[in-house]
């Protein structure tokens, strides 16, 4: 049976983990050869090895210029083009307003505002006619949660990008649309709470607020940019999938 991806060449940022991962698993399930991109290297090899064929691991972070090049500059040496690039990478640090400083904030930032910005920027000269490029954001782009601030407003910040690359990229035949998910069941939760009992009282009141009454899975987002990246959105571009279990529309 023919993949819907076959011959494709992407590109999936934070593929170590979570979203990253399980959506870098669905692309070469359906065809597509894709680097996959991360800081840790020993997370970054075993999903490869986990992945198990059709994928290439380079380690670096996008918050770091120098990575992203040697990232594009790899990708045009082994394969010399994108189809689909997956702009996932992100960080997340919860601060109350009054408690942050400017550490956490150019944290932050640096990687999820603009190293999401320069990873589509760098990724342009080796973009086919045709090409997508999804943009991960977050559900708390039109919310205000207590404490992730400076967060929100990264997310935020990725939205807005996503209506700009939409509008400047449109005449090269390159679509750009965005994923916002809610709260998602990756390792990366674990990170926000400081012991495994606040973690638990977290995900409770996360849970409480979501109409669908569970937390979303990796693979599920994984559909939503297999569904953006590939020609089964073919006239969609511009455009905010929110994937959050309705907290946001609800």
């Known amino acids: 049976m023919s993949r819907t991806l076959d011959g494709k060449i992407a590109l999936v940022t934070g593929g170590s983990t979570g979203i990253g991962l399980a959506s870098a698993k669905r692309l070469v399930n ?3 050869y894709v680097f996959v991109t991360g800081r840790r290297a020993e997370e970054l090899d075993k999903a490869a090895a986990e992945i198990g064929h059709n994928v290439r691991a380079v380690t670096g972070d996008i918050a770091n210029l120098d990575d992203l090049d040697r990232l594009y500059a790899t990708i045009r040496d082994e394969q010399g083009r994108l189809d689909i690039v ?3 990478a992100g960080t997340v ?3 109350p307003t009054a408690q942050a400083d400017p550490e956490h904030f150019d944290k932050i930032f640096n990687t999820n505002a603009r190293g999401t910005y320069f990873t589509v920027q760098k990724a342009l000269p080796l973009l086919d006619r045709g090409g997508s490029i999804v943009l991960v954001s977050s559900g708390m782009n039109v919310k205000g949660f207590p404490a992730y ?3 929100a ?3 935020a910040a990725i939205r807005s990008l996503g209506r700009t690359f939409a509008a400047e990229l449109k005449d090269q035949g390159i679509r750009v649309n965005v994923l916002s998910p809610g709260v998602i069941e990756t390792p990366i939760m674990g990170s926000q709470f400081a012991t495994p009992t606040e973690l638990e009282a977290g995900l409770a009141m ?3 607020i979501i ?3 569970r937390l979303g899975r990796p693979e599920e987002m994984a559909d939503a940019v297999y569904y953006l990246a590939s020609d089964q959105s073919s006239y969609v571009t511009g455009f905010d999938l929110v994937a959050d279990g309705g907290v946001v529309e609800l």
Do not use: H, W
């Open 211 to 213: 109409p669908l009454g």
């Open 149 to 151: 601030g400076v967060y």
């Open 153 to 155: 407003a990264t997310k």
């Open 206 to 208: 996360f849970t409480s």
């Open 30 to 32: 359906e065809g597509a």
């Open 93 to 95: 640090e919860v601060r």
């Open 86 to 88: 997956v702009a996932n």
